[in-house]
């Protein structure tokens, strides 16, 4: 069985950086296409971007292109988020995912596994 572990979340101002890791045990990330998606309060379940399983691929969503970069360290089983320039619509829960389809996937119904979510905040 699966399982992702999210962590790194926390109160941040506007402008400030984090870095999310997702944790993955069970199974190796290489075996799997990996994805960062979040949820505001109130809303739908976004796609944030992915990571291919060769870790040569990424696509991000438009809002955090050039702002957000997804890596994984295989040595340590582990998907990171990096987060820059952080601006308040960024406040959500962030969760980790992971499928087999074919890279790229944005949708959340293509993602087999997932993880509990790590809130972040952003105050402006």
């Known amino acids: 069985q699966v399982q992702l572990v999210e962590s790194g979340g926390g109160l941040v101002q506007a402008g400030g950086s984090l870095r999310l890791s997702c944790g993955v045990s069970?199974?190796?990330?290489?075996?799997?296409?990996m994805a960062w998606f979040r949820q505001a309060a109130g809303e739908e379940r976004e796609f944030v971007g992915t990571?291919?399983?060769?870790?040569?691929?990424?696509t991000y969503a438009d809002s955090v292109k050039g702002r957000f970069t997804i890596s994984r360290d295989y040595a340590k089983n582990t998907v990171y988020l990096q987060m820059y320039n952080l601006e308040a619509e960024d406040t959500a829960v962030y969760y980790c995912a992971a499928c087999t389809r074919p890279y790229p996937r944005r949708s959340r119904d293509d993602y087999d596994y997932w993880g509990q979510g790590t809130q972040v905040t952003v105050s402006s």
């Open positions: 990571i291919s399983r060769s870790g040569f691929s990424t």
């Open positions: 069970g199974r190796t990330i290489g075996d799997y296409n």
